[in-house]
């Protein structure tokens, strides 16, 4: 909202690199907002407009850039600012920095940390990549079952600056073994003489520190939490993860699922900030792999090469019949992953998938096959291009097409089952991976249902 | 974790339709899990299930099911029953349920909510489809500036339990106009006798009741909150829309757009319980304008019947030529589509990104023809499948493959910058319809080639 309003006088500002009328719109900005101006303006005068900013939110606003601005930011300041900051930062998200930089300078930084933020930092990049371990902040407020509600609302009052979401208390027994979360409207709520232990009601969802991180995404989306403990395998709470870096792992995750359905290698950095020859590499891969396997269309094609010499007319539909495969073999893919990805469907409802795929890839091959004779016998009614046989050129691409796009479905819906099945991404099955496959049987489809029919005639 | 444990025996009462025991273990699990279990259970067992749980927890889980649940659960209640549970249910997640439900059963019930849930149901729904109005629910709390934070905390100990968030709290002036948000936090640890005034910094973010609901996911991504609180166009303050509702609402559109990606309309009801006929005829439309593209395909074919027919050795190329036109289409396409999906491009950046995009596909393509004429010469030394011509024929194919994917990468780049800037969705440029674009022009190239570099030997 404020943005809007001072966006011009903002531009206005940055064009004519007035810092100090930058320094007293900032104060009227809110954090992400000045992360965001930050982030657009040129890397030249990032540093300088950044050390305008007051200490706090300076601290704020830098936890709050994406990693590449981070990285260019740390590189333009002094080294005491530097570790200032990082010792400053939230622990999640000074872990998702130092695990995007080169080992040695991440190394080098840590050890200039404080004695306390170099043990958290040490500890959370302890746990595997991917882990919940590396999401988690250990800012958090934890309090015994015996405490009363009063003492807890005063610790707040003493510790609660500290943590990064006390909206959620957690209840621990003497061994730190986790019992119950409170939320803090609940403990406002309760009389300030009661216990915590008569809060409690012993439901409590929580992380395993050693799990994916694919696990927080999924339990965020479960139990509507705005922040998650994370114990350890003896059920002892040692941190929390917040929804926002449940977000960003969820956006992380999507665009990956997204770029491989596409056919290439996941990219994790934003397109614009990719060096070209990176794209052209991570792209290079899989096109590679699919011109290798589209090769055997050329094989095929050989094989029926007398076919095509006998009748040309063959080879003209040859792009349509392999496409309508890879259509509707792509649209099936498409719903199946999208199910699995959202956990509708899972590898036992195979054999439901595939009587509902058989019986919509005959009907769609129907509805095509339907059109496809229509165009032919229109075409031929009006001119000779598709020679005297053109009635039985018509039923060969008809039934083709029953065929191929039944076959394209059922290969689109059942590649995920199968590569799910043996562990890998079901993602994985992109559109150009089940075109690849439907094209080169599409065309043995093609040209045996053409032997048949056109046997005495054409061919 | 509790899901663990008690897994197995859950699954003896199910099977053994003990009501009993499973009310009991009900007790001791999180509402979001009985959900599922009333979610999974047979459909004839579910009425007889939901009224053994405890009126509270009733009314909770039913707010957590998904729709289709919901509804099927409301057929076989009581009128009296149904009605109790729309009275009770939080208004935003009543709303989503309401525009789901057929026009005359919706007014029928909101005829027979109370007065006051009546007057805001309707007022819900008077907001247009898939605006932030549909979201948002008007239990919040708010307050004056002139309060003292000890009066806000009796307040909240009083009327907190009927907001449903109310870890932020929002400040009004007189006219009802927002001037800020407090997060709970901020407020406890105030003195009591500093008045709410005091603690304001004017810096807020809102969304307006009008807005797309696509505008709350991003404010929620920007500004990382767990609710937004959303005005009307004076500015005043009307409702709030929390973060569980963004993230569903997220969670449809990435669907959406992947759907579309795949090349059929969008289907937002799950697959499983989606009739066959429905999915087909989802699938029919987009299916049809494809093919019908595609036939464009066998009028290029027929034009350059004579070239094949003289030379059928082109004809075994053409699918592995136009598949790689459209390989490295649907790659281009999908980093675009998700890049603007994340903002990281904007329209303005076409001219950047075409040119990146030139250089990857002229790179992309040089590739690919280099494992084509390989491909083509290592065939030729052991057999005469390609005939005596076979390098003028790797070199057409090369040749060939460099411009059909340059022109393929440049096509899946453009399209989501085309369709955008009609107003259009990027994600529909889809993998398929990119494909069928790319298989056209590419024929043309590849016998446009062809005539050059044959002419006088094979044409």
């Known amino acids: 909202m404020i943005g809007k309003i001072i966006q011009p006088e903002l531009e206005a500002f940055i064009a004519n690199r007035n810092f100090a009328g930058l ?229 992380a995750e999507t665009t990956e699922d997204i770029h491989k359905f596409g056919g290439l290698e996941a990219i994790d950095t934003p397109y614009q900030s990719t060096p070209v020859l990176t794209l052209v590499w991570k792209r290079a891969g899989w096109l590679v792999i699919l011109f290798i396997g589209e090769m055997l269309t050329a094989t095929a094609m050989g094989y029926f090469e007398n076919e095509i010499a006998r009748a040309v007319v063959l080879a003209l539909f040859v792009p349509l019949i392999i496409s309508s495969g890879g259509n509707s073999g792509s649209q099936a893919a498409t719903l199946i992953i999208r199910a699995m990805a959202l956990q509708e469907i899972t590898l036992s409802d195979w054999w439901r998938v595939m009587r509902r795929e058989l019986l919509s890839g005959v009907v769609l091959g129907a509805i095509l096959g339907g059109i496809g004779f229509m165009r032919i016998a229109l075409w031929s009614a009006f001119s000779p291009i598709y020679g005297e046989h053109w009635f039985l050129v018509a039923c060969t691409v008809s039934f083709s097409l029953i065929g191929v796009v039944t076959w394209g479905t059922l290969s689109g819906s059942m590649l995920p089952f199968i590569l799910k099945s043996f562990g890998a991404d079901p993602a994985a099955s992109s559109a150009p991976f089940v075109a690849t496959l439907v094209d080169v049987t599409g065309l043995v489809i093609y040209f045996t249902v053409a032997s048949i029919v056109l046997a005495g005639t054409l061919l």
Chains 1, 2 share one sequence.
Request: aromatic share 4%; glycine share 6%.
């Open 23 to 251: 320094q007293s719109v900032f104060k009227e900005m809110l954090v992400p907002d000045i992360a965001e101006v930050i982030r657009d303006i040129l890397p030249n005068d990032r540093a300088v407009l950044f050390r305008l900013l007051p200490k706090q939110t300076a601290m704020e606003t830098f936890a709050y850039l994406d990693v590449p601005t981070q990285r260019a930011l740390l590189r333009d300041l002094a080294q005491n600012e530097v570790i200032t900051l990082l010792n400053d930062m939230p622990p999640d998200d000074r872990t998702a920095l130092l695990e995007e930089l080169p080992g040695t300078i991440a190394r080098d930084l840590i050890g200039q940390l404080s004695p306390d933020e170099r043990r958290v930092a040490q500890g959370l990049l302890g746990y595997p990549e991917e882990s919940i371990g590396r999401l988690m902040t250990p800012d958090y407020l934890a309090v015994g079952p015996t405490m009363t509600v009063g003492a807890v609302i005063d610790n707040l009052r003493l510790h609660g600056r500290d943590s990064e979401t006390f909206d959620v208390i957690y209840v621990v027994d003497p061994r730190g073994i986790l019992q119950d979360d409170l939320r803090l409207r609940e403990v406002l709520l309760a009389a300030p003489g009661a216990t915590v232990g008569s809060l409690l009601d012993g439901k409590v969802a929580s992380l395993n520190v050693n799990d994916d991180r694919e696990a927080a995404i999924q339990m965020f989306h479960h139990y509507d939490r705005v922040a998650l403990p994370v114990i350890d395998d003896d059920g002892i709470l040692i941190g929390i993860v917040t929804i926002d870096d449940a977000l960003a792992v969820a956006e």
